[in-house]
């Protein structure tokens, strides 16, 4: 590592009613790997924009080797040297790799030289692409493959990344590694944001850290366990959730033969799918993203019916019935796309909490809706589950990511559900949040109730579950207890190896 690369001085933006950066000051230097850290809401995300031209800031400035950065817009930003893979992939399934890549460029070059430039590139960092595939029908790290070329293509100087693990298997993740460590080499600055610590540890060389908007600390990472990041990221101390033995009950939900066809052109069809979960049990369910987590959940939810007599709800056949009527039986759920399918962005915490909670929680009276009880239900959430929120008013496209997770879940728990499907129940949360979430699916569970936990993170099913299956093209493989199986053996049941596979990495 050398001189600095980016300078931040002070950088300020607020907005109604929450200062989102307060003076924040920091260097990158060139050819480190520099972490930023923070709890939901610390202000990571609108930092990022700033550096990348998505938001300007209200005060304070930057500097690029040296000469001023001031990015209008993000092609200012590319334009500068500054590439940035967003948590959320910003593709067309329809469109090829070649065409998706294109679409990213300023003055994309002729479609045979530009696949050429793709095959190069993606070979020389360890991450092969068929320039002629069409992008809906790769694997989520197939699809994040893709982005990274795309900003690979730029020469970028310091590449942004966000949240990059959190769609990928183990093994997936050490080939991003290597390719990052590749970048370090060569030069390339990376400023890198993730909740998974030990990632951090491993990772990168400083490490920011953003509290409720204001930079607290820099450190090296290597140096702190993963618990002192979390609690130097939060300013204090934590509980980490506890599994404590529970007696099983009876089977609640029992779903056999479940095949059903996928609604989305590009989605993974339900194969002969059968799993059964006992009152008090807590039912890990792994896999890469785009292999039936999406279906299974709307298929258990209700919110695609249609197989009869495949899913039964103590005894009593629900296949058919829609999200109202399972949930009146005690069948909730939590989608992973909080913004919405989890929650509608424009109306208000308490509207929310209305959509779901209006039978259960009794927020409907004679045809009409008790805006009063609705309000005191989302207030409930929102100070159970810690939500960082001005009141329950506020819209959900007004929170950060990880406090609109909490919020969809805790609306979820507080319903006193007697089985919860929840898919990626901490995705983008910050270590102490995580820890709550997790500790409150545990304690429903202890009460009594049968839990699916539908996740990538393998740290997560590994800590709350009590037995764990993988889903891969649609089919689910066989279902077995947690204790004793390692992270290498779950990688290659979520990369659908087979039974002898898997018993080899056991031996």
């Not at 939500?387 to 919020?407: D, I, M």
């Amino acid at each position: 590592m050398t001189g600095t690369l980016l300078g931040i001085e002070g950088l300020t933006k607020a907005y109604p009613g929450v200062v989102a950066n307060d003076d924040v000051s920091f260097d990158i230097r060139e050819g480190e790997v520099h972490a930023l850290l923070g709890e939901n809401g610390a202000g990571k995300s609108t930092l990022v924009k700033m550096i990348y031209g998505l938001v300007k800031p209200d005060s304070g400035h930057m500097t690029l080797r040296g000469e001023p950065y001031a990015p209008a817009e993000p092609r200012a930003a590319r334009a500068s040297g500054v590439a940035m893979v967003f948590q959320h992939f910003s593709l067309f399934d329809a469109l090829s790799v070649a065409e998706n890549i294109a679409l990213g460029m300023e003055n994309p070059p002729k479609q045979r030289d530009l696949a050429r430039r793709i095959r190069d590139v993606s070979e020389t960092y360890g991450l092969p692409l068929d320039p002629a595939r069409t992008v809906g029908g790769l694997s989520a790290g197939e699809r994040q493959r893709v982005e990274i070329v795309r900003c690979l293509l730029q020469e970028p100087r310091l590449f942004i990344m966000d949240e990059p693990t959190s769609v990928l298997t183990p093994q997936e993740v050490e080939i991003l590694f290597q390719t990052l460590r590749k970048l370090k080499a060569e030069g390339t600055s990376i400023l890198y944001i993730s909740h998974k610590l030990e990632e951090i540890r491993a990772l990168c060389d400083h490490a920011t850290i953003l509290r409720l908007g204001k930079k607290v600390a820099t450190c090296t990472p290597s140096e702190k366990s993963a618990r002192e990041l979390a609690e130097m990221m939060v300013g204090a101390s934590f509980e980490t959730p506890a599994k404590a033995p529970r007696e099983l009950g009876d089977v609640v939900l029992k779903v056999e033969g479940l095949s059903l066809p996928s609604p989305m052109e590009f989605g993974t069809s339900l194969k002969d799918i059968s799993f059964e979960v006992r009152a008090g049990e807590v039912l890990g369910l792994g896999g890469v993203a785009g292999n039936g987590q999406d279906e299974l959940l709307a298929a258990l939810s209700g919110e695609l019916p249609g197989a009869a007599g495949a899913v039964t709800l103590k005894g009593e056949p629900v296949g058919e019935m829609g999200p109202d009527a399972r949930r009146m039986r005690g069948l909730l759920s939590g989608p992973e796309e909080r913004l919405g399918h989890a929650a509608a962005p424009d109306m208000s915490l308490t509207e929310n909490a209305l959509m779901t909670a209006k039978m259960r929680e009794g927020l409907v009276r004679g045809g009409f809706l008790d805006w009063g009880k609705a309000r005191t239900f989302a207030e409930k959430v929102i100070e159970r589950f810690d939500v960082r929120t001005p009141g329950p008013e506020n819209a959900a496209r007004s929170l950060s990511g990880g406090n609109l997770q909490k919020f969809v879940i805790g609306r979820e728990v507080l319903q006193r559900p007697e089985v919860l499907v929840v898919n990626q129940p901490t995705w983008g949360v910050d270590a102490a949040a995580a820890a709550a979430i997790r500790q409150a699916l545990l304690d429903l569970a202890a009460g009594g109730a049968a839990i699916i936990v539908i996740s990538q993170d393998l740290d997560e099913l590994m800590e709350v579950s009590d037995r764990f299956g993988a889903l891969n093209g649609g089919r689910m493989s066989e279902i077995r207890p947690v204790d004793g199986l390692s992270v290498d053996q779950i990688g290659l049941m979520m990369g659908g190896a087979h039974d002898m596979e898997v018993a080899h990495v056991a031996g």
